[in-house]
């Protein structure tokens, strides 16, 4: 008896039965580590085709950013280190630094830009409704619906048509 496949059946059928289903995950090209507690980890640029931008990362110091050194790193570190210059030895890819931030601090970055977005929202509204009139009335209707796959029969009279 052979055990080679027939016509028709792939040599591999008892392994594609056999493996787990693959899941997609978002590509992270630059694998960010785990952080420690309390904190997050971001990549920050630090210079712009060969040429420093101190300015970036300064402003990042002053927002109570830490560049990460291989030492704070738990297990291995496939990272660059900086060789030279006023930030050598910390953790780099490419044109990025790894910084760390507090936590808090996150989270009150995200709350200033949100009320300001929310701010600036409710400005062009109140522009807008200055502008409304009766004979061609300005809604506000800011209500998202979304709707995961598709319907069938979405259109009505489908199966009415004879």
Same mark, same amino acid.
Request: charged fraction near 30%; charge should be positive; glycine fraction near 8%.
């Given at each position: ?24 995950? @978002? ?7 785990? @952080? ?30 830490? @560049? ?33 931030? @507090? ?32 004979s061609m009335p300005i809604s506000r209707n ?21």
């Amino acid at each position: 008896m052979s055990n080679r496949p027939t016509i028709g059946q792939s040599a591999y059928t008892d392994r594609e039965s056999q493996t787990r289903k693959k899941v997609w995950n @978002p590509p992270n090209r630059l694998g960010t580590p785990t @952080p420690p507690e309390g904190y997050k980890y971001r990549f920050i640029r630090r210079s712009l085709r060969g040429t420093e931008e101190t300015g970036n990362i300064l402003s990042r110091l002053a927002q109570h950013y830490e @560049p990460v050194k291989p030492e704070e790193l738990q297990g291995e570190n496939p990272y660059q280190t900086l060789e030279g210059g006023k930030h050598a030895g910390t953790i780099v890819s490419g044109d990025l630094m790894l910084m760390k931030v @507090p936590v808090e601090v996150v989270e009150q970055r995200e709350s200033h830009f949100s009320g300001m977005s929310r701010r600036m929202q409710e400005a062009v509204d109140n522009d807008l409704m200055k502008e409304n009139s009766k004979s061609m009335p300005i809604s506000r209707n800011r209500k998202t619906h979304v709707e995961l796959g598709t319907r069938r029969n979405s259109i009505a009279g489908d199966d009415e048509e004879g």
